[in-house]
């Protein structure tokens, strides 16, 4: 299956940490990515990791893998107004020769001032 | 690096016209170049799978007379909508993916959105 789920929103108040998570069913993912989308713009690669490793740290973001739960979440440190936007989880499938993207349904976070 | 443009940025046509989108890869080579689809508030869909010098791959239910694409160099992909109607209005976006970096990452560019009326 090639499904990718998310929560549709999460709020968080600014300072707190938050905390996106992702489900997704293809355990043959290779890698797995977050991405930020601000309104009316394209795709922003925020970080990823591969699928043999099960956590990764890159300043405010820490990414966990359970691979054997297929979950994957996102936590963002100190979260800032500027933070707001939708996340979306990726995993990288090779397909027909190929590698592809199936994205998650996008999760919208909001902060609170 | 890795940068992905798109032209136009926006555009609005009339119903049963043809709109042609370019995807440009302006600092690496790309032989593999893919096509999204975005609707409000949703996720991305993957189109197609461009690859330079064959023919598109094209996901199911894609209509591949509908949305043309050509991959004739290894730095340009174009998108083209023939016909379009106002339920090809949506948000496009393409991507590439950099052969020499190792790593199957992709690029985006910053998205098409296009308004048919």
């Known amino acids: 299956g090639e499904d990718v789920e998310q929560s549709l929103f999460l709020s968080v108040r600014e300072g707190d940490s938050s905390v996106i998570n992702c489900t997704y069913t293809d355990s043959s993912s290779t890698y797995l990515y977050w991405y930020k989308q601000e309104p009316g713009a394209g795709l922003q690669l925020l970080t990823y990791i591969f699928s043999n490793m099960d956590m990764k740290q890159d300043q405010r973001l820490t990414v966990l893998l359970n691979k054997k739960d297929k979950h994957l979440s996102l936590r963002i440190a100190d979260t800032q107004t500027g933070d707001s936007a939708i996340y979306f989880c990726a995993e990288s499938i090779r397909t027909s020769g190929t590698y592809k993207y199936i994205f998650g349904t996008g999760t919208r976070l909001k902060v609170l001032a | 690096g890795a940068v992905v443009s798109q032209h136009p940025s926006r555009v609005i046509c009339k119903s049963g016209t043809s709109v042609k989108i370019e995807c440009r890869s302006l600092d690496f080579q790309a032989t593999t170049m893919f096509w999204y689809r975005q609707f409000p508030k949703k996720s991305l869909m993957l189109m197609a799978t461009?690859?330079?010098?064959?023919?598109?791959?094209?996901e199911q239910g894609v209509e591949k007379d509908k949305f043309l694409i050509n991959h004739a160099s290894l730095t340009l992909s174009t998108l083209t909508v023939t016909s379009a109607h106002p339920e090809d209005s949506s948000f496009y976006i393409c991507?590439?993916?950099?052969?020499?970096?190792?790593?199957?990452?992709?690029?985006f560019g910053p998205g098409t959105r296009l308004t048919v009326l």
């Open positions: 461009s690859n330079e010098g064959s023919k598109a791959t094209y």
């Open positions: 991507s590439a993916r950099d052969l020499s970096a190792g790593v199957n990452e992709q690029f």
